[in-house]
């Protein structure tokens, strides 16, 4: 996976999707973490199935088959297991983005594969990444670290953008950081339109619609947009 670079060439890592200060330490023994495991396995599937706001500790401890005693020795909240289940798949959702371009790639091809890599981890994760919107519009915290991490990914675009600019591979009038707000703004939205949708407010979501076609019609304006060259 390529590394987000900053311009001393330091790298920038994205900041966690959960607030990772009220997570308790990991257990020591290799039972206690396969019960911790075992713990945040189920909470995904409970949250996944019921949503976050419906979900409660009973129905966590029911599906990972334990005692309430046991879910506080590892968690103290719900509140608290639902970051160790994002903190779980926060790797996963560790997209490419769009990385450096070396003098002898294709940048368009490195761009459809950047959105290649972004949607099918969306498509993977794409219940959980629902329930982490919902979770942004009433918790402060998530939010913040929501568009922190995005905020991230934007600036490490833009790096990219403003490399081919300088290199004469892209529109040198287009400002590089708006450009990248747009761009993946429009992906993140699309992603969550088609992967997770609302069946009463997108009646016409188009569930049939190929990751082919998806990653190609998503390519095809990033690369309009900024004028990149297609081999």
């Known amino acids: 996976m390529p590394s987000s670079h900053d311009e001393n060439g330091l790298d920038e890592a994205p900041p966690s999707m959960a607030p990772s200060s009220i997570l308790r330490e990991l257990p020591v023994t290799e039972r206690g973490l396969r019960t911790r495991r075992a713990l945040v396995s189920a909470a995904r599937t409970v949250f996944e199935r019921s949503g976050y706001l419906d979900t409660r500790l009973a129905d966590i401890?029911?599906?990972a088959k334990c005692s309430s005693g046991t879910f506080y020795t590892y968690f103290s909240s719900k509140e608290e297991i639902f970051a160790a289940v994002l903190e779980m798949v926060?790797?996963?959702m560790l997209h490419p983005g769009m990385p450096h371009v070396a003098d002898d790639d294709d940048p368009a091809a490195v761009i459809e594969a950047s959105n290649r890599a972004y949607l099918e981890a969306y498509r993977r994760n794409a219940k959980l990444m629902g329930l982490l919107e919902q979770v942004a519009n009433i918790d402060p915290v998530f939010r913040v670290l929501r568009q922190r991490r995005a905020d991230t990914f934007i600036r490490r675009n833009a790096r990219s953008i403003a490399d081919l600019q300088k290199r004469g591979l892209a529109d040198d009038a287009v400002n590089p950081l708006l450009a990248s707000r747009a761009l993946s703004g429009m992906i993140s939205r699309l992603a969550f339109a088609q992967f997770v949708g609302d069946a009463e407010q997108e009646p016409e979501r188009d569930e049939q619609v190929s990751m082919d076609e998806l990653v190609?019609?998503?390519?095809?304006?990033w690369v309009n947009a900024l004028q990149i060259p297609r081999r």
Request: aromatic fraction near 0%; avoid cysteine.
């Open 61 to 63: 401890t029911r599906e």
């Open 90 to 92: 926060q790797e996963d």
């Open 216 to 221: 190609e019609a998503v390519t095809r304006l």
